[in-house]
Protein backbone atom coordinates (compact mmCIF):
# COMPACT_ATOMS: atom_id res chain seq x y z
CA UNK A 1 0.00 0.00 0.00
CA UNK A 2 1.09 3.10 -1.08
CA UNK A 3 1.56 5.99 1.38
CA UNK A 4 0.00 8.32 -1.55
CA UNK A 5 -3.23 7.46 -3.22
CA UNK A 6 -3.82 7.34 -7.00
CA UNK A 7 -6.34 5.50 -9.27
CA UNK A 8 -4.91 2.98 -10.71
CA UNK A 9 -5.65 3.96 -14.41
CA UNK A 10 -7.36 6.62 -16.16
CA UNK A 11 -8.43 6.72 -20.45
CA UNK A 12 -9.34 9.47 -22.75
CA UNK A 13 -9.18 10.56 -26.33
CA UNK A 14 -6.07 12.25 -28.37
CA UNK A 15 -6.73 15.69 -28.11
CA UNK A 16 -8.72 15.74 -24.62
CA UNK A 17 -7.59 16.57 -21.27
CA UNK A 18 -7.32 14.43 -18.59
CA UNK A 19 -6.41 15.21 -14.80
CA UNK A 20 -4.76 12.03 -12.32
CA UNK A 21 -5.38 12.80 -8.55
CA UNK A 22 -3.44 12.18 -5.96
CA UNK A 23 -4.21 12.56 -1.93
CA UNK A 24 -2.24 12.21 0.85
CA UNK A 25 -2.15 13.59 4.72
CA UNK A 26 -0.96 16.55 6.64
CA UNK A 27 2.59 15.05 6.75
CA UNK A 28 3.38 14.67 3.46
CA UNK A 29 1.15 16.65 1.00
CA UNK A 30 -0.60 19.06 3.53
CA UNK A 31 2.81 20.06 4.34
CA UNK A 32 4.96 19.96 1.38
CA UNK A 33 5.38 20.26 -2.17
CA UNK A 34 4.38 17.81 -4.46
CA UNK A 35 6.35 16.45 -7.44
CA UNK A 36 5.01 14.39 -10.43
CA UNK A 37 6.85 11.88 -12.70
CA UNK A 38 6.37 10.14 -15.78
CA UNK A 39 7.03 6.71 -16.78
CA UNK A 40 7.16 5.72 -20.26
CA UNK A 41 6.78 2.40 -20.99
CA UNK A 42 10.24 0.27 -20.20
CA UNK A 43 12.13 3.85 -19.30
CA UNK A 44 13.28 5.62 -16.03
CA UNK A 45 11.11 7.84 -15.00
CA UNK A 46 11.17 11.59 -16.06
CA UNK A 47 10.31 14.64 -14.14
CA UNK A 48 7.16 16.72 -15.07
CA UNK A 49 6.68 19.01 -12.41
CA UNK A 50 7.78 20.29 -9.41
CA UNK A 51 7.17 22.54 -6.13
CA UNK A 52 3.64 21.53 -7.14
CA UNK A 53 3.25 23.59 -10.14
CA UNK A 54 6.61 24.21 -11.67
CA UNK A 55 7.88 22.66 -15.24
CA UNK A 56 11.61 21.99 -15.93
CA UNK A 57 12.62 23.72 -18.81
CA UNK A 58 11.97 21.24 -22.25
CA UNK A 59 8.15 20.49 -20.12
CA UNK A 60 5.40 21.58 -22.54
CA UNK A 61 2.72 23.63 -21.22
CA UNK A 62 -0.19 21.17 -21.77
CA UNK A 63 1.26 19.79 -18.94
CA UNK A 64 -0.02 21.42 -15.54
CA UNK A 65 0.64 20.87 -11.44
CA UNK A 66 -1.71 22.33 -8.82
CA UNK A 67 -2.43 21.32 -5.35
CA UNK A 68 -5.29 21.84 -2.58
CA UNK A 69 -4.91 20.96 1.04
CA UNK A 70 -3.58 17.24 1.24
CA UNK A 71 -4.68 16.40 -2.37
CA UNK A 72 -2.71 17.45 -5.45
CA UNK A 73 -3.61 17.08 -9.46
CA UNK A 74 -1.92 16.85 -12.11
CA UNK A 75 -3.47 17.82 -15.97
CA UNK A 76 -2.50 16.82 -19.24
CA UNK A 77 -4.00 18.73 -22.63
CA UNK A 78 -4.16 17.99 -26.30
CA UNK A 79 -3.50 14.61 -25.68
CA UNK A 80 -1.02 12.87 -27.72
CA UNK A 81 -1.00 8.70 -28.02
CA UNK A 82 3.07 9.42 -26.94
CA UNK A 83 1.56 10.48 -23.22
CA UNK A 84 0.68 6.89 -22.65
CA UNK A 85 2.72 6.23 -19.76
CA UNK A 86 2.62 5.72 -15.97
CA UNK A 87 2.52 9.20 -13.85
CA UNK A 88 3.51 8.90 -10.16
CA UNK A 89 2.88 12.16 -7.35
CA UNK A 90 5.45 12.16 -4.91
CA UNK A 91 6.29 14.29 -1.73
CA UNK A 92 8.52 14.19 1.16
CA UNK A 93 6.80 12.72 4.46
CA UNK A 94 7.92 14.60 7.75
CA UNK A 95 6.41 11.90 9.57
CA UNK A 96 8.61 8.55 8.04
CA UNK A 97 11.35 10.75 7.52
CA UNK A 98 11.20 9.66 3.95
CA UNK A 99 10.21 10.19 0.40
CA UNK A 100 7.06 8.84 -0.32
CA UNK A 101 4.85 8.09 -3.98
CA UNK A 102 1.81 7.14 -5.18
CA UNK A 103 0.86 3.87 -6.44
CA UNK A 104 0.90 5.18 -10.10
CA UNK A 105 -1.50 5.83 -12.56
CA UNK A 106 -1.54 4.43 -15.75
CA UNK A 107 -2.81 6.72 -18.94
CA UNK A 108 -4.31 5.20 -22.07
CA UNK A 109 -4.92 7.41 -25.06
CA UNK A 110 -7.99 5.76 -26.87
CA UNK B 1 23.91 16.54 -19.76
CA UNK B 2 23.14 14.28 -16.72
CA UNK B 3 24.12 11.23 -16.95
CA UNK B 4 23.23 8.26 -14.09
CA UNK B 5 24.47 4.49 -14.90
CA UNK B 6 23.88 2.20 -12.38
CA UNK B 7 25.75 -0.79 -12.19
CA UNK B 8 26.08 -4.10 -9.79
CA UNK B 9 23.10 -5.59 -10.57
CA UNK B 10 22.34 -9.51 -10.62
CA UNK B 11 21.47 -12.79 -9.55
CA UNK B 12 21.99 -13.41 -5.66
CA UNK B 13 20.70 -16.13 -3.13
CA UNK B 14 18.62 -14.88 -0.51
CA UNK B 15 20.52 -14.09 2.61
CA UNK B 16 23.60 -12.70 0.67
CA UNK B 17 24.94 -9.48 -0.45
CA UNK B 18 25.33 -7.22 -3.43
CA UNK B 19 26.82 -3.90 -3.69
CA UNK B 20 25.19 -1.81 -6.31
CA UNK B 21 27.33 1.47 -7.55
CA UNK B 22 25.93 4.84 -9.37
CA UNK B 23 28.59 6.48 -11.98
CA UNK B 24 27.06 10.42 -11.90
CA UNK B 25 28.73 12.98 -14.85
CA UNK B 26 27.52 16.25 -16.81
CA UNK B 27 27.05 18.06 -12.94
CA UNK B 28 28.84 18.89 -9.93
CA UNK B 29 28.27 15.42 -8.04
CA UNK B 30 29.12 16.96 -4.36
CA UNK B 31 26.65 19.64 -4.88
CA UNK B 32 23.59 17.59 -4.48
CA UNK B 33 21.85 15.06 -2.49
CA UNK B 34 21.96 11.41 -4.19
CA UNK B 35 19.09 8.56 -3.80
CA UNK B 36 18.50 5.59 -4.47
CA UNK B 37 14.42 4.25 -5.70
CA UNK B 38 13.66 0.77 -6.98
CA UNK B 39 10.54 -0.68 -8.70
CA UNK B 40 9.26 -4.13 -8.18
CA UNK B 41 8.52 -5.95 -11.31
CA UNK B 42 5.08 -4.32 -12.34
CA UNK B 43 4.67 -2.30 -9.46
CA UNK B 44 4.93 0.94 -8.03
CA UNK B 45 8.40 3.81 -7.34
CA UNK B 46 9.35 2.61 -3.84
CA UNK B 47 12.13 5.16 -1.91
CA UNK B 48 15.29 3.14 -0.81
CA UNK B 49 17.63 5.42 0.81
CA UNK B 50 19.21 8.99 0.59
CA UNK B 51 22.52 10.91 1.22
CA UNK B 52 22.95 14.35 1.23
CA UNK B 53 26.21 16.20 -0.53
CA UNK B 54 28.66 15.58 2.28
CA UNK B 55 27.64 12.07 3.43
CA UNK B 56 27.01 14.03 6.86
CA UNK B 57 23.35 13.15 6.85
CA UNK B 58 21.59 9.51 5.42
CA UNK B 59 18.27 7.83 5.82
CA UNK B 60 16.54 4.52 4.74
CA UNK B 61 12.92 2.99 4.42
CA UNK B 62 11.70 0.83 7.40
CA UNK B 63 11.81 -2.10 4.81
CA UNK B 64 15.94 -1.66 4.50
CA UNK B 65 17.12 -0.16 7.63
CA UNK B 66 19.74 -2.12 8.98
CA UNK B 67 20.28 -3.84 5.76
CA UNK B 68 21.08 -1.24 3.09
CA UNK B 69 24.24 1.11 3.32
CA UNK B 70 23.75 3.87 1.01
CA UNK B 71 27.30 5.98 0.74
CA UNK B 72 29.13 8.15 -1.51
CA UNK B 73 32.75 8.94 -2.86
CA UNK B 74 33.03 12.46 -4.22
CA UNK B 75 36.25 12.44 -5.77
CA UNK B 76 34.50 9.48 -7.81
CA UNK B 77 31.86 11.05 -8.61
CA UNK B 78 30.09 8.19 -7.14
CA UNK B 79 26.82 6.60 -5.32
CA UNK B 80 27.10 3.04 -3.51
CA UNK B 81 24.79 0.97 -2.08
CA UNK B 82 25.72 -2.15 -0.10
CA UNK B 83 22.55 -4.38 0.40
CA UNK B 84 23.22 -6.84 2.66
CA UNK B 85 20.92 -9.99 4.37
CA UNK B 86 18.86 -9.44 0.67
CA UNK B 87 15.10 -10.98 0.22
CA UNK B 88 12.86 -11.93 -2.30
CA UNK B 89 10.98 -9.10 -1.61
CA UNK B 90 14.12 -6.80 -2.56
CA UNK B 91 13.61 -7.99 -6.04
CA UNK B 92 13.36 -4.57 -7.99
CA UNK B 93 14.96 -2.51 -10.66
CA UNK B 94 16.89 -0.43 -8.78
CA UNK B 95 17.18 3.50 -9.50
CA UNK B 96 19.80 6.10 -8.83
CA UNK B 97 18.61 9.64 -9.04
CA UNK B 98 20.29 13.13 -8.24
CA UNK B 99 18.18 15.40 -5.42
CA UNK B 100 17.35 19.00 -6.51
CA UNK B 101 19.35 20.22 -3.64
CA UNK B 102 22.15 20.02 -1.59
CA UNK B 103 20.53 18.40 1.22
CA UNK B 104 17.41 15.97 1.21
CA UNK B 105 14.09 15.83 3.07
CA UNK B 106 13.12 19.31 2.96
CA UNK B 107 9.55 20.00 2.26
CA UNK B 108 10.57 21.40 -1.09
CA UNK B 109 12.87 18.15 -2.26
CA UNK B 110 12.32 16.28 -5.33
CA UNK B 111 14.34 14.36 -8.08
CA UNK B 112 15.30 15.59 -11.17
CA UNK B 113 17.30 13.02 -12.48
CA UNK B 114 17.08 9.37 -12.81
CA UNK B 115 19.44 6.91 -14.52
CA UNK B 116 18.02 3.52 -16.20
CA UNK B 117 18.43 1.33 -13.13
CA UNK B 118 20.23 -1.88 -11.97
CA UNK B 119 18.36 -5.36 -12.35
CA UNK B 120 18.59 -6.82 -8.88
CA UNK B 121 16.84 -10.64 -8.63
CA UNK B 122 16.70 -12.43 -4.92
CA UNK B 123 16.35 -16.38 -5.50
CA UNK B 124 17.30 -19.30 -4.56
Known amino acids: QSVLTQPPSVSAAPGQKVTFSCSGS????????VSWYQQLPGTAPKLLIY???KRPSGIPDRFSGSKSGTSATLGISGLQTGDEAAYYC???????????FGGGTKLTVL | EVQLVESGGGLVQPGRSLRLSCAAS????????MHWVRQAPGKGLEWVSG????????DYADSVKGRFTISRNNAKNSLYLQMNSLRAEDTALYYC?????????????????WGQGTLVTVSS
Open chain 1, 90 to 100: GTWDSGLSAAV
Open chain 1, 26 to 33: SSNIGNNY
Open chain 2, 26 to 33: GFTFDDYA
Open chain 1, 51 to 53: DNN
Open chain 2, 97 to 113: AKDAYLRFGDYYDYFDY
Open chain 2, 51 to 58: IDWNSGST
